[in-house]
């Protein structure tokens, strides 16, 4: 599946992916990756949402799962609530995963909820599994969001 992904022969992905949900359904991986197919490259949209969705219900606390299907809705589907609830779910599951709470304040940033962007980036600050190599760009972003939130 992801050599034929590679090589931009999406059907062929798609029938590989499908036959490995039948043969190993407990794995949310391929179900994971039949939703990005769906969703990103074969214009399926409404095929995509419950391939993401077995995805997460196979593997609650797995971030990227939230973080994929949280990108899928902003940036194919436009839909910034989606997005948020997809990611609060997730928060729910994995609460201190850095990466979902800068998900978290970028969603909102974007969305001009300039407080709440800067409330997830202070979350993001205190979680401990930031890697100290990112303490300070994160501390930047932040005190920019807090001038935006200013103004």
């Known amino acids: 599946a992801f050599i034929k992904r590679f090589y931009h022969d999406y059907l062929g992905a798609r029938d590989a992916y499908e036959y490995l949900n039948r043969v190993n359904d407990s794995d ?4 994971y990756n039949l939703g990005s197919l769906y969703g990103y490259y074969l214009n399926e949209r409404a095929k995509a949402i419950p ?9 609650s606390v797995h971030a990227s799962f939230y973080l994929g299907f949280a990108d899928f809705y902003r940036e194919v589907m436009n839909d910034s609530p989606s997005a948020e609830k997809v990611l609060l779910r997730g ?3 994995v609460p ?3 990466n979902i709470l800068i998900a978290m304040g970028v969603l909102y940033k974007t969305m001009g909820n300039f407080s709440k962007a800067v409330e997830y980036y202070e979350k993001v600050l205190a979680s401990s599994s930031l890697p100290d190599s ?7 972003e932040l005190e ?7 103004q």
């Open 96 to 98: 201190a995963d850095a």
């Open 134 to 140: 990112e303490r300070p760009r994160i501390t930047a």
């Open 91 to 93: 928060l729910f599951k």
């Open 144 to 150: 920019r969001l807090k001038q935006s939130a200013e």
């Open 51 to 59: 391939k993401f969705e077995a995805a997460i219900q196979r593997d």
């Open 28 to 31: 949310p991986v391929p179900f």
